[in-house]
């Protein structure tokens, strides 16, 4: 029906940065909300930021000195650009969306597959 695709995950050492892409497709009518969490191991999920389709974002209190959020509409695609990372960065980041689909209209929710970073020396 939908699907997201997370990338640009890998192994960064600390102080380094990256930018994570996600990318919507499928039966899709219009993506509303677009978000970004993380979950380490044994941890629960963790919000980081939200865009809305008008491009408006909302941070994690935690998060608004490294972390920056955009998105390009015609693209269906969200971006997590993340400066100076830490070894507590490590983590699963996901991506969310709401759309409305082909398929009654409505808004769903859904979830990429997460793309793994780990920061290491």
């Known amino acids: 029906q939908v699907q997201l695709v997370e990338s640009g995950g890998g192994l960064v050492e600390p102080g380094g940065s990256l930018r994570l892409t996600c990318v919507a497709s499928?039966?899709?009518?219009?993506?509303?909300?677009m978000k970004w969490f993380r979950q380490a191991p044994g941890q629960g999920r963790e919000f980081i930021a939200g865009?809305?389709?008008?491009?408006?974002?909302t941070y994690s209190d935690s998060m608004l000195e490294r972390f920056t959020i955009s998105r390009v509409n015609a693209k269906n695609a969200v971006y997590l650009h993340i400066d100076g990372l830490r070894p507590e960065d490590t983590a699963v980041y996901y991506c969310?969306?709401?759309?409305?689909?082909?398929?009654?209209?409505?808004?769903?929710?859904?979830w990429g597959q997460g793309t793994q970073v780990t920061v290491s020396s």
């Open positions: 499928g039966s899709i009518v219009s993506v509303e909300d």
């Open positions: 865009i809305t389709s008008g491009l408006t974002p």
């Open positions: 969310n969306a709401k759309v409305i689909t082909t398929l009654d209209g409505t808004s769903r929710m859904f």
